[in-house]
């Protein structure tokens, strides 16, 4: 096991390194953004001191460099455009997403395994293409028209939900209001319908699939029939014996399925106004605020490595051959 562990350490290294490589580069395509914090009117010494300030005039190699330095040692700088240490703006906005991220997966999670098993059970009936017709629209529309369609029908036509804002629920908590948090979570929760659902809709439709096609290869086993020769219910042939022995596609499901909803918020985020981790990477980019981004992508990386570490070990744990 300990073998295993230190193997996909390794492997999340390499992944960091890629990481800080990748978005370093895409960051510098866009041309030097010196330009984007010093007036019309300046002069070449202006700018080339403003450079320099900024650190802008020394060779991408050693940028690079020193900007790993700095990761290592968990210093990302301050925001060019709010003046303030980037990963203290990006972990005040992470809560928010946190919370649109957890709800958009209780719900994809939730819905997605009662109807996968519902269309394995029913296989070829009405129920079953009704489901695999719903997880096809879902696969097909972009998450964004859906939020906007979903704004314009449910916010603005039928006036039940509000359209952008958020109540925070896990930044009083974690500041130990406790008491303020809970009270906030009714209004919280009234506020995530609409992105949650348009965040999540992508993800129930191709689990739905997934679970569907996991229980009816379980379905077809041997024990799955001699359990039913032996006159048990339905029910209890799927609950114990079919959907226990399906859970291992759903445990990957899971895991990572959080970490592709946090890193695809942004545009969600975006469409309702959502004061996430996801507008405010949308926003920087815009601004050419290059450490925020980098402290957002570092921050979001992280989260999904540990993620993919943590379903690793769960996944080992119930299959053994997996450490082979």
Do not use: C
Request: hydrophobic content about 55%; glycine content about 8%; aromatic content about 12%.
């Amino acid at each position: 096991m300990w073998t295993f562990i230190a193997r996909r350490l390794l492997q999340s290294v390499i992944v960091i390194f890629g990481v800080t490589l990748i978005s370093f580069v895409a960051l510098q395509i866009g041309g030097d953004p010196t330009y984007l914090f010093v007036s019309e009117r300046a002069t070449e010494e202006e700018i080339a001191m403003v450079r320099e300030a900024l650190g802008f005039d020394k060779p991408l190699h050693i940028q690079y460099l020193t900007y790993v330095a700095n990761v290592a040692q968990g210093e990302f700088g301050n925001s060019l455009s709010y003046r303030q240490p980037a990963m203290e703006i990006v972990l005040g906005a992470l809560p928010a997403t946190i919370e649109l991220t957890i709800f958009a997966l209780t719900f994809a999670i939730g819905m997605a395994i009662p109807f996968g098993v519902f269309a394995a059970l029913y296989r070829g009936t009405p129920v079953d293409g009704g489901i695999m017709t719903m997880a096809m629209f879902g696969q097909s529309v972009p998450n964004f028209w859906l939020g906007i369609m979903m704004i314009l029908f449910f916010g603005l036509y039928l006036r039940w939900f509000p359209i952008s804002g958020h109540v925070p629920f896990l930044m009083p908590l974690l500041q130990g209001e406790v008491a303020q948090a809970f009270s906030n979570l009714p209004q919280t929760l009234y506020y995530l319908i609409m992105p949650g659902i348009a965040v999540g809709f992508y993800s129930l439709s191709r689990n739905a699939r997934l679970v569907r096609s996991s229980m009816l290869e379980v379905l077809g086993q041997d024990y799955v029939r001699t359990a039913r020769s032996k006159g048990l219910t339905e029910r209890s042939v799927v609950v114990h014996h079919a959907l226990r022995n399906a859970w291992l596609p759903v445990v990957t499901m899971v895991g990572l399925e959080f970490g592709f909803l946090l890193g695809g918020v942004v545009v969600i985020e975006t469409v309702f106004s959502y004061p996430g981790i996801g507008r405010l990477v949308f926003n920087s980019i815009n601004q050419r605020d290059i450490p925020v981004v980098q402290a957002a992508v570092i921050v979001l990386s992280l989260i999904f490595i540990a993620l993919n570490l943590l379903v690793d070990l769960v996944y080992a744990k119930i299959d053994p051959r997996v450490k082979l």
